[in-house]
């Protein structure tokens, strides 16, 4: 008799799956048919490991077939093309094509100044591309194809450095000929010297048009490694987020400023402190942006500091204390998306109307999600991945 | 020009001794076992003719008038035996001698020949490989390189001589393996002098601790131990050692010692010098095609030492010494090209060792040791420009500084006084108790006028403070005439430290950190068995619960990126051990040694640096569990020719469940621990020939091989796992030549024979093919 239900209950089991895999169309895809079009980057020891995965489709991602670099290689997407700098501060650009299956194949390299820590990529067509060396105060023009260097922009020395010799660019953004180059002024890499500090540079000629500084509290302008950090609404207004020295400096803050569409100027009559913010679910508020995404709307989407969870000095098994939110940069509001609380080692994208969030939770390493249309927030992992997450991408196609 | 003196200096010396007559020569065997001795005086009565026996008991006196003598042949520990002689001029006259050991008076303790001791520390219960240094002090090798060779052994270096190395032992590594000298705790805070600094002509053996350390050493560590034994000089003893190598690589090195025997006193001085330019080539890890030729590796590392004995006081011996320090070091870039920061360091020594067999009891030996050195260290890091390796200059980035964000101008002061005491009862013939208590007072005043501009405060408010004791019982017994012995130890440590707990939150704010303060009490505990099953065949099982402290720096960080961590706890291990020896030494005194040991060790609370991607700092992070086997074959194949072959496998498990403080599982758990190597061995062969060019000389050849199998850097969780440590194969080949019954040597060798690019930490290329010649000359004594 036992032995008969449960032949009964795995036919009906059965007959379920065949039923939902044949006729519900949202339902997950087959993870063989599904191609990989997201890109992931985890963190496990001394080393990251990047791959692709399908999607949300598998529940399990491993680095089976992950590109191994050393720690935290930073990672560009532009189009068909993904570049690494596979040494933290290191001298390598390396760019892969990623093909129609999502596959990764090395396709060129360029070596930059020895311990020159590329930092961001702008790729302006096929044959124009800028990259940022933090810690040798250059840009760098190169054709992204070819990955050959065409051109130095030398920033180094006391024109545009405060106190020492390299104002530490961050940051590229294009708007028209002009390119924004954030500046972090650091003198030892997490700390800025107060100030949101900004270049402005004619691409058409490689000069510096101007230095702009706005000194309203803010400091250490972008953020090494994310793109993300400097972006344009669809009025062509630039936003630039400054992370007010990551907490270590009392009375720097983090936030936005804006240069309005038309101006190469800071707009005097609008910045944004994050610690200004009142977030409900959120005690004390948070202090920085760790990572972002510009989703449109004048509504940004990150991951935050909240200090009253932050251990002093850190408590690097028991911390937490990242949270996801949502601002409106006009409003000025924010509101936490109840995910739970993740180490700082994560990231945010857009992906099928979705927020996909990859934490590192108590309960769950993995991508979480937000539907931006419902609300509907997942409390655990839909795909598990392998390590800490440090970069999350769809593909751009 | 000094090379040149030193080496006429060398040649005459050896040269001038050497004047023809009749001659004595043979063997010195024990009696008991009949293994040559070594290290035994032999000298011509009513003469100042004399010789000591070499490592194959060989010994040889020339230059004897015709006459009637007697010949005496003596070893401490050993009776003396004298034997008569009548000689003519050229005649060569051969006598055995067969010396039998003795009990000293005052106590039931052995005093045992140099090769009996390393065979009784080999006997010893616990896990232990014995190196006898004064089998390989003519060769022009480095104290590293001899520890390479053994089984359960590697060293992971940077680069040349002088570069940053860590010894790995059954796959602990760097601070989990504890260091002694003379079984005193080696503790350089900044890592300023390493025992590979220390010429093997002043080693007289190396013990290397694999998975239990005795507790009647004091210190901390997970299991794996080095104790490098000091020589000794019983008798008026003077060497001389010059050796030179590729890359510009020198040592000078000499020791000096004058007995008075009637007032009991014992003078001696010693030193060395070394120079290494290390200027090899290597291709860059990082930039594909980029040939870098060293040119700032330079290093200098400088040591005298005076030292006066007294043997006639109440004390058997005291003795004082003097040691100074010096030391230099240029920092060569791998990644970016440095050519001007260096650190360097000085030390001022005060020791004193006190030792007493009978003290206040029949049974009962006392010995006591006090150091008092005082260092400075300073990093010198003021250039104001950078370079590329092509060659361009341009400014520092930071402004001042090639390192990192800031100059650095460091004038440290480190005081690290030690004590030891130990105390040994000997109950009965087969019982003893052991006491030992090591106690530690070390203070770290940092001075850096470019950091406190940087910082904002000034850093000197910033002193550290430990203050350790560990407290060590062993007793050890004996049952079925000594077949069976068993040694249980216990240890006690007591740590306490002061630092500051760096307010991260705070910083630019001017203010100092505040103070805060550490203290770790815990118990250890070994056990050791062995069983002589013949006389041929023993068994050793033994397991300890280890401990190792958290170092300062581990607990208040480096006050700029490293966050303090003082919550953080011990790390700890469960070692277990089994072996398996067989040792036979047959009528023609050939020796067949074979030796298996298989071990278990489960690590827990490991201290890892981690971080938030910010910040860094230590946490107790892992567990891991090490298998593994070490196997070692050495054998006398004939009467010239001996070989030796070892492997060691060594399998490390991450065994972490889940991630801490989640219920995330842990994605490593199961994998092997990245960064360390797991199978390994050596083999090597020697050949001696006696007499080949002459009368009183030996002739050896050898050739030794190692591998290393390639090992990753990260965890092995991909398919295309690129970050890797590559398999590396070396052989080295050499010649030594001894004349003057093994009182001039000259030796050269060729390292890396084939000039394969090895490495054996990740992105750090080690030199290629090395040429090196090494002269040495005792002049007189033993």
């Known amino acids: ?397 | 020009m000094l090379k040149n003196i030193l080496l006429f200096i060398v040649f005459a010396v050896g040269f001038i001794s050497a004047s023809p007559s009749g001659e004595v020569h043979g063997i010195i065997l024990t009696a008991k076992t009949g293994e040559p001795l070594e290290g035994v005086n032999v000298s011509i009565e009513g003469t100042v003719l004399g010789a000591a026996s070499d490592a194959d008991g060989y010994y040889r006196i020339v230059g004897i008038p015709a006459g009637e003598y007697t010949v005496s042949a003596y070893l401490v520990g050993y009776e003396e035996s004298q034997q008569t002689i009548e000689i003519r001029v050229d005649q060569s006259i051969k006598l055995t001698f067969h010396l039998r050991q003795t009990v000293l008076s005052s106590s039931s303790v052995l005093v045992l020949g140099h090769r009996e001791e390393i065979e009784a520390v080999r006997k010893q219960p616990f896990s232990v490989s014995v190196i006898d240094a004064q089998a390989v002090q003519a060769r022009a090798i480095d104290l590293n390189e001899v520890l390479s060779r053994a089984a359960g052994v590697q060293l992971r270096q940077a680069g040349g001589t002088g570069s940053e190395s860590r010894i790995s032992i059954r796959g602990l590594e760097g601070k989990q393996v504890q260091v002694f000298i003379d079984g005193r705790p080696l503790n350089t805070p900044d890592g300023t002098f390493g025992i590979n600094d220390i010429p093997l002509i002043f080693i007289k053996r190396i013990e290397v601790y694999k998975g239990i350390i005795p507790a009647r050493f004091g210190g901390n560590g997970l299991g794996g131990a080095i104790n490098v034994v000091m020589n000794e000089y019983e008798t008026d003893y003077l060497d001389l050692g010059l050796s030179r190598q590729s890359f510009n690589t020198n040592n000078i090195s000499t020791v000096f010692v004058k007995n008075f025997p009637a007032p009991g006193i014992k003078v001696g001085a010693g030193g060395w010098f070394t120079f290494a330019e290390n200027n090899y080539t290597m291709a860059s890890p990082f930039q594909p095609g980029l040939e870098i030729n060293r040119d700032h590796d330079a290093f200098t590392s400088v040591v005298g030492a005076v030292s006066l004995s007294f043997s006639k006081l109440w004390f058997d011996e005291i003795e004082l010494e003097m040691p100074i320090l010096y030391g230099k070091k240029e920092l060569q870039g791998v990644q970016q090209n440095i050519q001007h920061a260096q650190s360097k360091y000085q030390a001022y020594v005060g020791a004193l060792a006190m030792d007493k067999t009978g003290f206040f009891h029949e049974n009962l030996d006392f010995n006591y040791s006090l150091i008092l050195p005082l260092g400075y260290s300073q990093m010198v890091d003021t250039s104001r420009y950078r370079y590329t390796f092509q060659g361009e200059r341009f400014l520092s980035p930071s402004g001042i500084g090639e390192l990192g964000f800031s100059g650095q101008n460091s004038d440290n002061r480190i005081f690290e006084g030690s004590q030891r005491i130990n105390l040994n009862l000997d109950k009965s013939s087969t019982q003893s108790y052991n006491l030992n208590l090591s106690s530690r007072y070390s203070t770290f005043s940092p001075e850096d006028p470019l950091q406190n501009e940087y910082l904002g405060y000034d850093i000197s408010q910033q002193k550290s403070k430990i203050v350790s004791n560990t407290l060590g019982l062993t007793h050890e017994i004996s049952f079925l005439g000594g077949r069976l012995a068993n040694v249980v130890g216990g240890k006690h440590y007591a740590f306490y430290s002061e630092g500051y707990e760096s307010d991260i939150y705070g910083s630019g704010s001017g203010q100092p950190p505040a103070k805060t303060s550490n203290f770790v009490g815990e118990f250890g505990f070994n056990n050791g068995i062995r069983l002589r099953l013949n006389e041929q065949i023993m068994l050793k099982f033994s397991y300890e619960r280890a401990l190792r402290l958290p170092t300062a720096n581990e607990l208040y960080g480096d006050g700029i990126f490293l966050q303090p961590s003082p919550d953080i706890k011990p790390e700890s291990s469960h070692n277990f051990h089994a072996g398996f020896l067989f040792d036979k030494l047959d009528s023609h005194y050939r020796r067949f040694q074979i030796e298996v040991n298989g071990f278990y060790m489960r690590l827990n609370d490991m201290i890892q640096l981690t971080g938030n991607g910010i910040t860094n700092g230590y946490v107790n992070l892992g567990e891991t569990r090490i298998v593994g086997a070490d196997a070692e074959i050495k054998a006398d194949v004939t009467n010239n020719l001996y070989a030796y072959l070892n492997a060691t496998y060594q399998d490390s498990r991450d065994i972490l469940e889940f991630l801490p403080a989640t219920s995330v599982p842990n994605p490593t758990e199961g994998l092997r621990v990245p960064n360390i190597p797991w199978l390994f061995g050596n083999l090597g062969v020697e050949y001696t020939f006696r007499e080949l060019f002459g009368d009183n000389q030996k002739t050896k050849v050898y050739l030794e091989s190692s591998y290393v199998e390639e090992f990753f850097y990260g965890w092995e969780v991909s398919n295309n796992q690129n970050l890797r440590i590559p398999s590396s194969t070396e052989h080295t080949a050499g010649l030594e030549f001894s004349f003057n019954a093994n009182t001039f040597f000259v030796s050269a060798e060729i390292k890396n024979l084939t000039n394969e690019r090895t490495y054996n930490i990740f992105n750090n290329p080690l030199p290629g093919r090395i040429f090196a010649i090494k002269l040495r000359r005792t002049i007189f004594g033993k």
């Not at chain 1, 961050?170 to 010297?193: E, I, K, M, W, Y």
Request: overall charge negative.
């Open chain 1, 1 to 397: 008799m036992i032995k008969r239900n449960y032949g009964f209950i795995a036919f009906l089991a059965a007959t379920l799956i065949l039923f939902i895999a044949c006729n519900d169309e949202s339902s997950p895809m087959d993870p063989s048919d599904a191609v990989n079009d997201i890109i992931l980057s985890t963190t496990l020891g001394s080393s990251s490991f990047i791959s692709t995965i399908p999607g949300l489709s598998q529940e399990n991602v491993d680095n089976t077939e992950a590109i191994e670099t050393t720690f935290y290689a930073y990672l560009f997407v532009h189009e068909d093309w993904l570049f690494t700098c596979p040494n933290l501060s290191g001298d390598i650009v390396e760019k892969y094509n990623i093909d129609e299956d999502g596959n990764l194949t090395l396709s060129g390299s360029m070596v930059t100044n020895q311990a020159s820590y590329p930092s961001d990529i702008l790729v302006i067509n096929d044959t124009k591309a800028y990259l940022t060396l933090h810690y040798a105060g250059q840009i760098v023009e190169f054709n992204p194809t070819t990955m050959e260097q065409t051109a130095v922009i030398d920033l180094s020395g006391p024109d545009y450095a405060v106190e020492d010799n390299n104002p530490d660019p961050t940051n590229l953004l294009l708007r028209g000929n002009t390119l924004f180059v954030g500046l972090a002024q650091s003198p030892d890499g997490v700390t800025g010297h107060p100030g949101v500090h900004l270049l402005t540079i004619d691409i058409t000629s490689n000069t510096v048009q101007d230095y702009i500084i706005d000194e309203r509290g803010g400091s250490y302008c972008g953020r090494t490694g994310d793109q993300s950090f400097f972006f344009m609404d669809e009025n062509e207004n630039i936003y630039v987020s400054f992370v007010g020295s990551w907490g270590f400096v009392p009375g720097q803050r983090a936030g936005f400023l804006r240069i309005n569409a038309g101006t190469t100027e800071f707009d005097p009559n609008y910045i944004l402190y994050l610690d200004e913010l009142t977030i409900a679910n959120v005690d004390g508020g948070i202090n920085y942006f760790n990572q972002i995404q510009y989703a449109g709307n004048n509504t940004v989407y990150g991951i935050a500091n909240v200090p009253a969870l932050a251990s002093n000095p850190p408590d690097f098994i028991n911390d937490r204390p990242g949270a996801i939110i949502k601002v409106d940069l006009v409003a000025k509001s924010a509101e936490r998306i109840m995910f739970p609380y993740s180490k700082l080692l994560a990231d945010v994208a857009l992906y099928d109307n979705k927020l996909l969030a990859a934490l590192s939770t108590t309960t769950g390493i993995g991508i979480y999600t937000y539907d931006l249309s419902t609300g509907e927030t997942s409390q655990s992992p839909l795909v598990n991945i392998q390590g800490d997450p440090l970069f999350l991408s769809p593909m751009n196609r």
